[in-house]
């Protein structure tokens, strides 16, 4: 581990730190409907009117879940045809083609659900018009959708004896209205003063300095704004093929950093947002914490196997070491400008929020410090996390660690008052079971049949990953890739499409089942009996259960991939 | 009456849950246990994998799949034993009631009323308000309600306590119940249960555990270990096609086979706490049962270790029941031997406990002998509600004791005067808690005698403990607040209830519950039953009334108003039981992950072995090793699952500390030493 890679870790978590409770007294007062005053109230309940909402009115569990899901499927349909029908529609300046239907339903989902996942070439395959009116609208309001239940859940946990668990339409409104839009305009605006495009220009003609090689098409478009909200709402969906190691899309070390902030500072600002409603400050940083241990330790792993290079070289005199002239270990596939120590951490960020955008080829990462990436999002992505997802997601997992530990102090588990009873188990243990039920399930699919087989471009363990990688990635709604998979066909276009659709949904759903049933109950009382969930204990408890349950679900296949290629690696020297 | 622990395992006891662990193999047995049930299947599948050897041309060596299908089995019938151990156990306890149960006839009376005709039916053919008579010698055929007469009743049988005690009509102690015998007089009893509801009925069906239905914490773990089983199902199915894929990208290797992948998914899969669960509830209920305390549920019992709050009666509970004379405080004037002197004679004919106690003090004291009444031809003057004094007369001379005001009015009406010093010991002694009595003659005021409430010894420190374990003491008392406040702070309790009727109970009880707080507490009285009702854990005496027994959710054979603690701490030790075993069971995957994949996976990729880093010796003997392991710890675990893990009564994170190091990070290490010791034994063969 390098010493620059050391400080920036450090510089990055002091001001994650630094901003977390900003971010989280803005989502709280956003959601309250504390910001709603001047004209922008107005506008607002205008909004109300004209959508026949009554911004008053709680909602059930159920009517809050079947607003969520109205609001998704209705906005996957519509982006499907925007997709089908993209020829005739406005702003197309270099008339591409309408989509294939697979591509348009694999994208229509994977815009919806957060995950971002590209089959597809964006600046060879979409019209300026989709990138703006269809996949960034989904930028936005999938962002607001995640933490939207993500306050459903966490008003469940501190509401009592209550049946609702707040209103849909107000906090996906709220949510982007005041917290996701006016933080997007000043974040664009940064992002070109650091040299980001925003244009609707045709595409730029350019000879380049070796005139041998012809001429190049420069792409262009509306890229800032697009990249602002890609990195707050951890999309990850890149304007371009190359994502954030484009130049375009990434100029500079400094909006590389204002980058990786933007991903997890709405997942740290919402552990603050709950210990604000929990009236326990302690409760939100514990989850904090528990949060930024992972993620430290996990990209210290990663970045140690990068800097360590690849054993095989060894063999032919390489030298990988890191010195003033080079920078040593495996550059393969990260960028000169950034080097290994901001590609390691850019990588581990992404991947453990469900952001998904990249500055470095994940799949020419080493074995064991591309496994990183790749377990990060299978354990759900719950360190920070997607934007909301991260947040209800880690709440699972307080409710599982929770009961185990509730039970060995004696009491019937409880957490912040509220019992965990069959129903939350259940609904909990569903939300566990799913993931790793698309992951394994649809990885075992791929290798069996011919169609999947094809799309792993190596050979031996390195293709399993990237076909495992792919599968992670859409389950967890991530949306990196490994980059070496080929799957823009029918069959990982639909397989993937699915495991996208039920790896956000099939969650959320019981996530607010947990939330209606929490809020139900009555609160228990705070007593030396009650097993404390704010100390270095429970952190601890917290981080071995997300582990454990992490660890012992992918670890057979990992063995299989990512271990099983490190070791062979190794092996034959 | 089950005092008397038996051992944990005893020959017969032993033999008949081997032959149990065989009968609960039939499948509708295993089908409840979603984590054995896996198990089950495996082993069939094992085994018929073995036969299919027999034509030559196995998935693996013969031998090897024969060695895993055996251990499966054995896993199978381990956890099964454990069950029917903890079964035998229960059933042993139902035998001892059943005995009890003899078939008697009943006299019953044609009608309701003492000295009506009756005739002989068998006690069983009795239904609810038929009315019976049962006479000294008799025992009593039913459980009822005393309608007429007064009698002794011998209730060893239920309480194992020798001294009789009374049982009549009206009042408090009308309860009686079916299997007691009557020593002496009479009784009219009206039936209150039908046949096969009685009290003992239940007890006997609890034990036996016919109407054990799984608690709300059970069904939610059972949950969690199915999701887990599904999981690890998940992962070690996928593997044959990620194996296949894995060959046919590596073009070498042979595919996992199906013998590895189920002992891979065994190891996995929680079972031992799977196999565990059932015999810890069922222990749980009989640990309950060797304290004389009968649950109605086994959900009574998990709601015990959540309470938080106590409702303590302050006598017999905190206190020892009576006041007894703790100083004589003169007046000014007046010797203190005088004082005692006088105080023992006022009290000589006075039977009560306080009186007694007056009496036993004065001797102690100054060693003044007791005087017969009769001797010293005094008359005594009991005590009235009219002038609530008593003493004696003698010789003309009138000696009274008695509250403040009633000496004082004495006192004045004989020419007297009440000295301000007496007054200002008076009220002293009530603010100190204890009960003032004044001793006066003639017109003469003597002096003070200070009773007092007597706490029980080691009561403060139990408190403490209740505390460091979250548990707030709330005691309950008639007195009034300023006695109350000086017992509760003398016994260390978090607060009181002072001057405590039904309804203020009630209500007490309802502002915890609203506050958040799980409200324990004990009664006996039908003025208790609503009380009782509303608590979420009520222990009824079984001294008391049939309401009160109905309205609680626990009886205390021994009507031991202390037992709420012992019924709290049995509770909260089958959760910890249940949550540590859990959390050993999955930690050891961590060990088994090292053990298998690496041998399961050999022939595949051999550069997998570095993770053998326990050095097992064979990839053959690595499996067997793990599953032999994993089968073993089911038996070695079986004393604790019956037992209960050891609680010591301490705060949250104490507890969770310590039990994560003990099972969570000795979970993780103990497989690795058992597997490679195992792997050493057989390798050696």
Redesign the interface.
Known sequence: MSSAFAVQLILYMAVLAGITPLMGKWMLAAVDGHCGRGPLGKAERLFYRVCGVNPDEEMTWQRYAFGMMLFSGVGALVTYFMQRTQLWLPLNPQHMANVTPDSSFNTAVSFTTNTNWQGYVGEATMSYFTQMAGLAVHNFVSAAAGIAVAFALMRGITRKSVNTIGNVWTDLTRLTMYVLLPICFVFALLLISQGMIQNFNEYVKVTPLDPAQGEQSLAMGPVASQIAIKMLGTNGGGFFNANAAHPYENPNMLSNALQILAIFSLGAGLCYSFGLMASDKRQGWAIWSAMAIMFVVAACFCVTFEQQGNPALAQYGVDQTASTLQPGGNMEGKEARFGIAASSLFATITTSASCGAVNSMHASYTPLGGLVPMWLMQLGEVVYGGVGSGMYGMLVFVV?AV???????????EYL?KK???Y???MA??V??VT??LV??G???A??GEAG?KGPLN???H??SEILYGFSSAANNNGSAFASLSANTPFYNTALGIAMWFGRFAIMVPVLAIAGSLARK????V??????TH?P?FV??LI?TVL??G???????L??GP??EQ??L??AH | MFRKSKPLFDTPLLLEAASGAFQKLDPRVQVRNPVMFVVYIGSIITTFLFVHTWGGNGEAPGLFILGVAIWLWATLLFANFAEALAEGRGKAQAATLRAMRTTVNAKKLSEPRHGAAWFSVPADNLVKDDVVLVEAGDVIPCDGQVIEGVASVDESAITGESAPVIRESGGDFNAVTGGTRVLSDWLVVIVTTNPGESFLDRMIAMVEGATRRKT??E???T??L??FT???L??????L??????IQ??GTGSVITITVLIA?LVC?IPTTIGGLLSAIGIAGMSRMLEANVVATSGRAI??A??I?TLLLDKTGTITLGNRQATAFLPAPGVKEKELADTAQLASLADETPEGRSIVILAKQKYNLREREVHKIEATFVPFSAQTRMSGVSMHGIEVRKGAADAIRKFVESAGGKFPEAVQRNVDDVARRGGTPLVVAEAARVLGVVELKDIVKGGIKERFAEM??????TVMITGDNPLTAAAIAAESGVDDFLAEATPEAKLSLIRKYQA????VAMTGDGTNDAPALAQADVAVAMNSGTQAAKEAGTMVDLDSNPTKLIEVVEI???M??T???L??FS??N??AK?FAI?PAA?AT?????N??NIMHLATPSSAIMSAVIFNALIIIALIPLALRGVQ?RPS???A???R??MI??VGGVIAPFIGIKFIDVIISAF
């Open positions: 599982v009961f185990v530990a509730g039970l060995m102090v004696g009491r019937t588990p008052g965990i009873e069959p939350e188990m259940k243990a569903f566990v079971l790793p039920l394994l399930l990885t075992a699919i290798v069996a087989q050979p031996g363990p293709g399993f009555r609160g228990m009382a007593t030396a009996g009650t097993l404390p100390g204990l601890f408890l071995s454990i349950v660890a012992l679900t992918y670890l057979p296949a063995a299989l271990i099983a070791l062979l190794v092996a | 709300p914490n069904i939610a773990l949950i969690l199915a999701s599904i999981v690890f998940l992962a070690t199915a996928t593997l096609p990620y194996s296949l894929y894995a990208q590596a891979l996995l998990e709601a270790g959540d938080d505390r460091r374990m979250g548990i707030k506050e958040g707080h799980l509770g909260k030790q959760l910890i249940r949550g540590s859990t959390t999955i930690a995957d961590v992950y994949i996976f595949t990729y051999p550069p997998l570095a993770l609680y705060s949250a994170a507890m969770l500390r039990n994560i099972y969570g």
